[in-house]
């Protein structure tokens, strides 16, 4: 197994993925992340609470950076997420793909789109993340 492989592995088995439903998928050129949407999911309206499409779209983006870094012996931390919301969804799957704008050597900057199952496009973010040393 790669150390890519590894890493989704290791962060797809968080607490946190797992109590919010999050699920990673690897494609050839990325790493996507989808929830089917729950109760759990619902703020008091009804629709998916921002919360958890901020979460979603910052692990694809942190995943689709920290793919390129990890081989290097390097890790990407989120420090900065900005979320734009454009459409409320309240049922079915939803799914964040996203990719890497810049990698330097102390920061690394993502962009990502949140979709719906019918492709439509539900939230896009970007990201900025502060790149250190990995730790075994």
């Known amino acids: 197994m790669g150390l890519v492989d ?25 790493i996507s992340v989808e929830i089917n949407v729950e109760e759990k999911h619902l703020q008091a309206l009804g629709m998916v609470h921002g919360g958890a499409i ?25 420090s900065q997420l900005n979320v734009h919301y454009l459409k409320p969804v309240s049922k079915g799957k939803i799914i964040a793909r996203a990719k890497p704008l810049f990698i330097g050597s102390k920061v690394a900057v993502g962009y990502g789109e949140l979709k719906d199952e019918n492709g439509e496009t539900i939230a896009v973010a970007t990201s900025t993340f502060y790149i250190t040393t990995r730790k075994n």
């Not at 979460?55 to 989120?78: C, F, P, V």
């Open 54 to 78: 901020a979460s979603i779209l910052d692990s694809a983006i942190g995943l689709n950076i920290n793919k390129e870094l990890i081989e290097k012996g390097k890790l990407a931390i989120t």
């Open 6 to 30: 590894e890493f989704v592995r290791t962060v797809g088995s968080a607490p946190w993925y797992k109590l919010i439903g999050m699920e990673i998928r690897m494609g050839e050129n990325e």
